[in-house]
C-alpha cells in the first residue's frame, strides 16, 4: 500500500497563512496592499458575469495614523534620482511618516476591526522593522495598546545602519506583555521631522522554527504547526487550490516571488479576497515555497507542489495562455526551475545557490509534482502534456499528478483517466469532491471497484454540503460531527484500497474564526488557541495510526451499517507507541465506523496476538449536530472529543469492542509484545 497515504492540503484561505501559519501578526507589513475589487461569494462563475474583478493597489491598508501624517510616496523604481524616494528593494513601497512633535502609527492586525492581534502574558514579541530618519529628530517606541488605549508594553526602537541597505535602518525592540489580551501594534514618534517605514514585523519569540539556522526567512506560529504534525501528514499538498491558477494568469501563484530574502518578496491580491469585504485578502508571501518545504522536512511530509498549467481558475475565467506562446514557455520553465532550486546543487545552480544561501545548502526531498489544480478537458490536457515532458525529459523519475477536474465524475473527468490509462508510465489521477455526508458514506466503497493498476490522489475532498439538492453558488455548512463521521467512513475506503489510492487529504486545513471564506475546515484558529475540529479528531485517528500493510477483513457477522478497514506492519507515522515505553514495531489497526446508528458489539480475532497484548481503544462519538465551537477570543468548547482505553487482548488474541451508534472506533493491538504465556 501507499506508505504516504494521508496527507494535508494546505491552501492561504480563511488567513490560513497571511493571518495564520505566518507568525508575523502585523497586516500589510510592507506597505504595498495588494487587494481584488469586488465581494462576489466562493465559486461565482465570474467567467458569465460583465464586471471582472480587478486588482487595487492600497498601500497604506491596515495603518492608522494619530497626529501626524502617513503617506505611501511614489517610489523611484531605478534607484537613480532622489535618494529620498528609493524603495529598500527595486519594486518596493514604504510609508512616510511626518510628525509635527508626536505622531502614532497603528496596526491591528489580520482582524476585521478594532484591536485584533493576540498578546499572550509573558512571551516576548519581537519588533523589526526597517527605518529610514529622513528629516526626523527624536526617539521611535513601541508598544502593544489593549482596547482601552492603555499600553500593555512598550519600549524605545533600537536603530542600527542596515548594512544591506544603505540609508535605511534596522529597528528593534522586544515587548513582553503582562497579561493576555487583544492588542494593536503602535510605533510613536517623539519628535519633528519626516521618516520612512518598511517591513515592519511583530513576532512572538516562541514561533516555529526560533533558534534554527534553517528558518532564517519567514517563520511560522507554533501551536498551528504542532495541530498540523498532530494528523502526521505523511505529505503535504501546496500552495492550492484555486491560487495556484489565480483569477487570471497574471495572478496565478508564482514560486519565485516566494522565495528569497523577504524584503524581496511582492506581496498579490488573493482571490479568496472576493468572498471578503473589501477584497482585503492580500498574500504577502512570507511564508512561500522555501517555508513550506522546511514544513514539509520538519513534518518528516513529503512535499507535493501543484503548479500553474498555464490558464486561470476555470470556475472563474477562461484565460488560457497559447501553447506556442512565450508565455506558456515561462511557465513550463518556472516549473524546470523550481525543481532546480528545490533540489539542485548550488555549487552550479543558480536557483539552487538561493535555496542555500536561505539556510538549505542540501537539497529538499521531492519525487512528485502536480500539474493544475481542478482543472480538465481538452485545453487543459495539451498544456499537461508539455509540462510533463518537460519535467520527464529532465527528472525522470518524477511522479506527475494530473487534475480530473472540479468534479469526480462527468466528461472530463473521463478524459482525465483515459490521459493517465495512455500514459506509458503512470500518472496519479488528482479527484476532488466537497458533498453531502450521504455521498461521502457512499463513496466509501468508490475505490473498491476501480481497476489495480492505476494511482489516485484524493487531493480535496470533504462532507460540508447538505444534503438533499444544493443550491449554487455551493456553500459549505459548518463543521458537524455528522460530516466528520461520514470522512470517518470514507476512509475505512480509502485504507482498505490504498493501493490503488496513493494520497488523500482533507480540504481546507485552517480558519482564522469569523475571517472565513470557506465554512468547514480542518482546524479552527483565533488570535490566542487552536481548536481541533471533529473532523480533525477523525483525520488523525486514521492517520496517526495507519500501518504500512492492508489487511484482509472477514466481515462474516458484521452489520451492514458497520465500515471496517485495518492495516499492520510497523507505524508509517514514524511513532505510534500502543503503550508506554513499548513502541510498536508490529501491530494490527483496525478501524469500525458505525453509521446506521445501531450499537453492536465486535469480537475481533486478530491472527499473531499473543493473549494479553496490549491493546488501545480510542472512540469518537457524539450527536449529530455536535460541533467544536472558537469564538474569536477564549480556548472554544470541546463537544467532541475522543475518549481513550488501555487493556489487553484475551486468549487467542481476542478483542471485544463495544461500538456505539454513529461513532468511530479505532482498535490497536500491539503484535510486538510477548504473550503473557510465554513470560
Ligand atoms: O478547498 C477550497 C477550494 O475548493 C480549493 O481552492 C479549490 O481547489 C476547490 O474548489
Same mark, same amino acid.
Given at each position: 500500500?501507499?506508505?504516504?497515504?494521508?496527507?494535508?492540503?494546505?491552501?492561504?484561505?480563511?488567513?490560513?497563512?497571511?493571518?495564520?501559519?505566518?507568525?508575523?501578526?502585523?497586516?500589510?507589513?510592507?506597505? $504595498?496592499?495588494?487587494?481584488?475589487?469586488?465581494?462576489?461569494?466562493?465559486?461565482?462563475?465570474?467567467?458569465?458575469?460583465?464586471?471582472?474583478?480587478?486588482?487595487?493597489?492600497?498601500?497604506?491598508?491596515?495603518?492608522?495614523?494619530?497626529? =501626524?501624517?502617513?503617506?505611501?510616496?511614489? @517610489?523611484? $523604481?531605478?534607484?537613480?534620482?532622489?535618494?529620498?524616494?528609493?524603495?529598500? %528593494?527595486? *519594486?518596493?513601497?514604504?510609508?512616510?511618516? &511626518?510628525?509635527?512633535?508626536?505622531?502614532?502609527?497603528?496596526?491591528? #492586525?489580520?482582524?476585521?476591526?478594532?484591536? #485584533?492581534? *493576540?498578546?499572550?502574558?509573558?512571551?516576548?514579541?519581537?519588533?523589526?522593522?526597517?527605518?529610514?530618519?529622513?528629516?526626523?529628530?527624536?526617539?521611535?517606541?513601541?508598544?502593544?495598546?489593549?482596547?482601552?488605549?492603555?499600553?500593555?508594553?512598550?519600549?524605545?526602537? &533600537?536603530?542600527?545602519?542596515?548594512?544591506?541597505?544603505? /540609508?535605511?535602518?534596522?529597528?528593534?525592540?522586544?515587548?513582553?506583555?503582562?497579561?493576555?489580551?487583544?492588542?494593536?501594534?503602535?510605533?510613536?514618534?517623539? /519628535?519633528?521631522?519626516?521618516?520612512?517605514?518598511?517591513?515592519?514585523?511583530?513576532?512572538?519569540?516562541?514561533?516555529?522554527?526560533?533558534?534554527?539556522?534553517?528558518?532564517?526567512?519567514?517563520?511560522?506560529?507554533?501551536? +498551528?504547526? $504542532?495541530?498540523?504534525?498532530?494528523?502526521?501528514?505523511?505529505?503535504?499538498?501546496?500552495?492550492? *487550490?484555486?491560487?495556484?491558477?489565480?483569477?487570471?494568469?497574471?495572478?496565478?501563484?508564482?514560486?519565485?516571488? &516566494?522565495? =528569497?530574502?523577504?524584503?524581496?518578496?511582492?506581496?498579490?491580491?488573493?482571490?479568496?479576497? +472576493?468572498?471578503?469585504? #473589501?477584497?482585503?485578502?492580500?498574500?504577502?508571501?512570507?511564508?512561500?515555497?522555501?517555508?513550506?518545504?522546511?514544513?514539509?522536512?520538519?513534518?518528516?511530509?513529503?512535499? +507535493?507542489?501543484?503548479?500553474?498549467?498555464?490558464?486561470?481558475?476555470?470556475?472563474?475565467?477562461?484565460?488560457?495562455?497559447?501553447?506556442?506562446?512565450?508565455?506558456?514557455?515561462? %511557465?513550463?520553465?518556472?516549473?524546470?526551475?523550481?525543481?532546480?532550486?528545490?533540489?539542485?546543487?548550488?555549487?552550479?545552480?543558480?536557483?539552487?545557490?538561493?535555496?542555500?544561501?536561505? /539556510?538549505?545548502?542540501?537539497?529538499?526531498?521531492?519525487?512528485?509534482?502536480?500539474?493544475?489544480?481542478?482543472?480538465?478537458?481538452?485545453?487543459?490536457?495539451?498544456?499537461?502534456?508539455?509540462?510533463?515532458?518537460?519535467?520527464?525529459?529532465?527528472?525522470?523519475?518524477?511522479?506527475?499528478?494530473?487534475?480530473?477536474?472540479?468534479?469526480?465524475?462527468?466528461?472530463?473527468? $473521463?478524459? !482525465?483517466?483515459?490521459?493517465?490509462?495512455?500514459?506509458?508510465? /503512470? +500518472?496519479?489521477?488528482?479527484?476532488?469532491?466537497?458533498?453531502?455526508?450521504?455521498?461521502?458514506?457512499?463513496?466509501?466503497?468508490?475505490?473498491?471497484?476501480?481497476?489495480?493498476?492505476?494511482?489516485?490522489?484524493?487531493?480535496?475532498?470533504?462532507?460540508?454540503?447538505?444534503?438533499?439538492?444544493?443550491?449554487?453558488?455551493?456553500?459549505?455548512?459548518?463543521?458537524?460531527?455528522?460530516?466528520?463521521?461520514?470522512?470517518?467512513?470514507?476512509?475505512?475506503?480509502?485504507?482498505?484500497?490504498?493501493?490503488?489510492?496513493?494520497?488523500?487529504?482533507?480540504?481546507?486545513?485552517?480558519?482564522?474564526? =469569523?475571517?472565513?471564506?470557506?465554512?468547514?475546515?480542518?482546524?479552527?484558529?483565533?488570535?490566542?488557541?487552536?481548536?481541533?475540529?471533529?473532523?480533525?479528531?477523525?483525520?488523525?485517528?486514521?492517520?496517526? &495510526?495507519?500501518?504500512?500493510?492492508?489487511?484482509?477483513?472477514?466481515?462474516? *457477522?458484521?452489520?451492514?451499517?458497520?465500515?471496517?478497514?485495518?492495516?499492520?506492519?510497523?507505524?508509517?507515522?514514524?511513532?505510534?507507541? %500502543?503503550?508506554?515505553?513499548?513502541?510498536?514495531?508490529?501491530?494490527?489497526?483496525?478501524?469500525?465506523?458505525?453509521?446506521?446508528?445501531?450499537?453492536?458489539?465486535?469480537?475481533?480475532?486478530?491472527?499473531? !496476538?499473543?493473549?494479553?497484548?496490549?491493546?488501545?481503544?480510542?472512540?469518537?462519538?457524539?450527536?449529530?449536530?455536535?460541533?467544536?465551537?472558537?469564538?474569536?477570543?477564549?480556548? =472554544?468548547?470541546?463537544? @467532541?472529543?475522543?475518549?481513550?482505553?488501555?487493556?489487553?487482548?484475551?486468549?487467542?488474541?481476542?478483542?471485544?469492542?463495544?461500538?456505539?451508534?454513529?461513532?468511530?472506533?479505532?482498535?490497536? %493491538?500491539?503484535?510486538?509484545?510477548?504473550?503473557?504465556?510465554?513470560?
Amino acid at each position: 500500500m501507499s506508505d504516504i497515504l494521508l496527507g494535508a492540503f494546505l491552501e492561504d484561505i480563511n488567513h490560513a497563512i497571511d493571518g495564520g501559519l505566518s507568525a508575523n501578526l502585523i497586516a500589510n507589513h510592507s506597505f $504595498e496592499g495588494a487587494y481584488v475589487s469586488r465581494r462576489l461569494h466562493t465559486n461565482t462563475i465570474a467567467a458569465v458575469t460583465r464586471r471582472r474583478p480587478r486588482p487595487v493597489s492600497d498601500p497604506l491598508r491596515h495603518w492608522r495614523v494619530r497626529s =501626524g501624517t502617513l503617506a505611501a510616496p511614489a @517610489v523611484d $523604481e531605478a534607484g537613480t534620482g532622489d535618494d529620498a524616494s528609493t524603495p529598500l %528593494v527595486p *519594486g518596493a513601497r514604504f510609508a512616510r511618516l &511626518t510628525s509635527e512633535g508626536a505622531a502614532v502609527v497603528r496596526n491591528v #492586525g489580520h482582524a476585521r476591526r478594532g484591536a #485584533g492581534i *493576540g498578546a499572550r502574558r509573558g512571551v516576548v514579541y519581537h519588533v523589526d522593522a526597517r527605518v529610514r530618519l529622513g528629516s526626523f529628530d527624536g526617539s521611535l517606541v513601541a508598544r502593544l495598546v489593549d482596547r482601552r488605549g492603555r499600553a500593555l508594553a512598550s519600549s524605545t526602537l &533600537t536603530l542600527t545602519p542596515d548594512p544591506d541597505h544603505p /540609508g535605511w535602518h534596522v529597528a528593534t525592540a522586544a515587548l513582553r506583555p503582562p497579561r493576555t489580551a487583544l492588542v494593536a501594534f503602535e510605533i510613536a514618534a517623539r /519628535g519633528a521631522g519626516t521618516l520612512d517605514l518598511d517591513e515592519v514585523r511583530l513576532i512572538p519569540a516562541d514561533h516555529w522554527g526560533a533558534g534554527d539556522p534553517r528558518w532564517s526567512q519567514g517563520v511560522l506560529r507554533r501551536d +498551528l504547526v $504542532e495541530a498540523i504534525a498532530e494528523l502526521k501528514p505523511r505529505f503535504v499538498r501546496f500552495p492550492g *487550490g484555486c491560487i495556484v491558477e489565480g483569477l487570471d494568469c497574471a495572478n496565478a501563484y508564482d514560486w519565485k516571488r &516566494t522565495v =528569497g530574502p523577504l524584503a524581496g518578496r511582492r506581496p498579490d491580491y488573493n482571490l479568496w479576497g +472576493l468572498s471578503t469585504r #473589501g477584497g482585503d485578502y492580500s498574500q504577502s508571501f512570507q511564508v512561500g515555497y522555501y517555508e513550506y518545504f522546511l514544513l514539509c522536512e520538519d513534518l518528516g511530509a513529503k512535499p +507535493l507542489p501543484v503548479v500553474g498549467a498555464g490558464m486561470a481558475c476555470q470556475l472563474r475565467a477562461t484565460e488560457v495562455l497559447p501553447l506556442d506562446s512565450p508565455e506558456f514557455a515561462a %511557465v513550463v520553465q518556472d516549473v524546470l526551475d523550481m525543481i532546480e532550486w528545490a533540489t539542485g546543487d548550488p555549487a552550479s545552480s543558480p536557483w539552487a545557490r538561493l535555496r542555500a544561501e536561505a /539556510g538549505h545548502p542540501e537539497p529538499f526531498s521531492l519525487d512528485m509534482i502536480a500539474v493544475g489544480n481542478e482543472n480538465a478537458g481538452p485545453q487543459y490536457l495539451h498544456r499537461f502534456r508539455a509540462i510533463r515532458e518537460a519535467v520527464r525529459a529532465r527528472h525522470p523519475h518524477m511522479d506527475v499528478v494530473l487534475s480530473a477536474g472540479a468534479l469526480a465524475w462527468g466528461v472530463e473527468f $473521463e478524459q !482525465a483517466w483515459e490521459e493517465a490509462r495512455r500514459d506509458p508510465r /503512470g +500518472l496519479i489521477v488528482d479527484e476532488h469532491f466537497y458533498k453531502s455526508p450521504s455521498w461521502v458514506i457512499d463513496a466509501a466503497s468508490r475505490y473498491d471497484a476501480y481497476p489495480r493498476d492505476v494511482r489516485v490522489a484524493v487531493g480535496e475532498y470533504a462532507a460540508n454540503l447538505p444534503s438533499g439538492l444544493v443550491p449554487a453558488p455551493i456553500r459549505p455548512v459548518p463543521n458537524t460531527f455528522r460530516s466528520a463521521l461520514a470522512e470517518a467512513a470514507f476512509l475505512t475506503g480509502v485504507e482498505r484500497n490504498a493501493d490503488v489510492v496513493a494520497m488523500a487529504s482533507f480540504a481546507p486545513l485552517l480558519n482564522l474564526v =469569523g475571517h472565513g471564506q470557506w465554512e468547514h475546515n480542518l482546524i479552527d484558529f483565533n488570535p490566542f488557541a487552536v481548536m481541533p475540529t471533529a473532523n480533525h479528531h477523525v483525520q488523525r485517528m486514521f492517520a496517526a &495510526t495507519v500501518r504500512e500493510r492492508i489487511v484482509p477483513l472477514d466481515r462474516d *457477522g458484521l452489520p451492514p451499517g458497520l465500515l471496517v478497514s485495518a492495516t499492520a506492519g510497523a507505524g508509517l507515522s514514524g511513532e505510534v507507541p %500502543v503503550r508506554d515505553g513499548l513502541p510498536a514495531d508490529d501491530a494490527v489497526a483496525v478501524k469500525l465506523v458505525e453509521v446506521a446508528g445501531r450499537a453492536a458489539r465486535v469480537r475481533l480475532r486478530v491472527p499473531g !496476538a499473543a493473549e494479553g497484548a496490549p491493546v488501545r481503544v480510542e472512540v469518537l462519538a457524539a450527536s449529530d449536530e455536535a460541533r467544536n465551537r472558537l469564538r474569536w477570543v477564549g480556548r =472554544g468548547r470541546h463537544e @467532541v472529543r475522543p475518549r481513550v482505553s488501555r487493556r489487553v487482548t484475551g486468549p487467542d488474541g481476542v478483542v471485544e469492542v463495544k461500538v456505539p451508534g454513529r461513532s468511530v472506533t479505532m482498535v490497536e %493491538v500491539d503484535l510486538s509484545a510477548p504473550s503473557r504465556t510465554a513470560e
